[in-house]
Antibody, heavy 123, light 108 residues
Framework: QLQLQESGPGLVKPSETLSLTCIVSGGSISSNSDYWGWIRQPPGKELEWIGSIYYSGSTYYNPSLKSRVIISVDRSKNQFFLQLSSVTAADTAIYFC???????????????WGQGTLVTVSS | SSELTQDPAVSVALGQTVRITCQGDSLTTYYASWYQQRPGQAPLLVIYGKNKRPSRIPARFSGSSSGNTASLAITGAQAEDEADYYCNSRDSSGNHLVFGGGTKLTVL
């Protein structure tokens, strides 16, 4: 059973870079049909897609965050990563990683999701 | 504001049927996926594609689409269905993903 787990610092200072890891277990990150995505949710607010990466390394990002985001993958470790630079209090959120499945017949969806990790931006 | 519009809140009597909608121009081209999020939990996929359910999701959940509106229906709502529900699809450019603002479902 595929499982994802986010890890990283829970507190980041303003103007610094937020760095998170998603550990994938129970399956390979190198599956041909899968992208791997990051989604965030400010406390009490809606979900926001940050970006997704294919195992080969190709990426696409939310245009509103694109200038500050880098998503990368390490196939040997079955992990993928999120870096968000120049953070402000507005980046305080629960950050989720998820498998991003694409299908020509059925569109795309996120499943499963990690449990999420709260990152607070504060000095 | 999101390119996918959802009603902020909907209520349903226990055992009755409720429909949660998601509107957006991109839905004339792309399928929506739907997620249930209970307080303090990660979102859970309930519907994707043209009305497909993961095996763990009860059959009372179904999806449909007409024009620029996607709908999630719960037939015979249960107390445990009380949650926030989010739709997700492509934006109007088709190049990126967006989530709806979410609908808080209350089961009375």
């Amino acid at each position: 059973q595929l499982q994802l787990q986010e890890s990283g610092p829970g507190l980041v200072k303003p103007s610094e870079t937020l760095s998170l890891t998603c550990i994938v277990s129970g399956g390979s990150i190198s599956s041909n049909s899968d992208y791997w995505g990051w989604i965030r949710q400010p406390p009490g607010k809606e979900l926001e897609w940050i970006g997704s990466i294919y195992y080969s390394g190709s990426t696409y990002y939310n245009p509103s965050l694109k200038s500050r985001v880098i998503i990368s993958v390490d196939r040997s470790k079955n992990q993928f990563f999120l870096q968000l630079s120049s953070v402000t209090a507005a980046d305080t959120a629960i950050y989720f990683c998820a498998r991003h499945f694409l299908s020509a017949a059925d569109g795309e969806w996120f499943d499963p999701w990690g449990q999420g990790t709260l990152v607070t931006v504060s000095s | 504001s999101s390119e996918l519009t959802q009603d902020p809140a909907v209520s349903v009597a226990l055992g009755q049927t409720v429909r949660i909608t998601c509107q957006g121009d991109s839905l004339t081209t792309y399928y929506a996926s739907w997620y249930q999020q209970r307080p303090g939990q990660a979102p859970l996929l309930v519907i994707y594609g043209k009305n497909k359910r993961p095996s763990r999701i009860p059959a009372r959940f179904s999806g449909s689409s007409s024009g620029n509106t996607a709908s999630l229906a719960i037939t015979g709502a249960q107390a445990e269905d009380e949650a926030d529900y989010y739709c997700n699809s492509r934006d109007s450019s088709g190049n990126h993903l967006v989530f709806g603002g979410g609908t808080k479902l209350t089961v009375l």
